[in-house]
């Protein structure tokens, strides 16, 4: 019996969810704690900066794990109050905290597990507007934020950059 229950510990898997209270982080953890796997959770609404690199390489540093992974991101669909809005009337500011967030956040995330774990894998969120735009028809006259769609075409990318890599 001992035996059998070192083998069950060592196949639990350690797992970082990044994003972990939003639609599909919840659904994530939510499946892999019911295989007894440990989740560390991780999101904004628990008190969790991913946009400051301090507390990123802080944390990675000291919390190892098997697999990590990331499903935030700045998306425009959570805005309830938002007006209609164009390509016209999206400001350059909106953009950059798209490709910020999206981007060179997840970036950090993504490097400071690497740096800290000998071995593991790394999955990574993105959308199908990173691969197709969406069409304004879908948004009732609106449009989808543009830095939205190219900051996820960018998550594609840089997740086959990282597996080439590491």
Known sequence: TKICMSLMIEKKRKIIVTGSEGLLGSEISKYFESKNDVVIKFDIKLGHDLSNEKFVKSFFKNNHSNYLVNCFALNDHVDTKRKKRT?????????????????????????????????????????????????????DGSHKDIGYCVSKAGVLNMTKYLSVHF
């Not at 905290?97 to 060179?104: G, I, K, M, P």
């Not at 997840?106 to 197709?132: A, H």
């Open 87 to 139: 390509l016209f009337n999206f400001s350059l500011e909106e953009f950059r905290s798209y490709l910020e967030l999206n981007l060179v956040t997840l970036f950090s995330v993504c490097r400071e597990f690497v740096k800290n774990n000998n071995s593991g894998s790394i999955v990574n969120f993105s959308s199908t507007y990173g691969i197709d735009s969406p069409h304004p028809d879908l948004y």
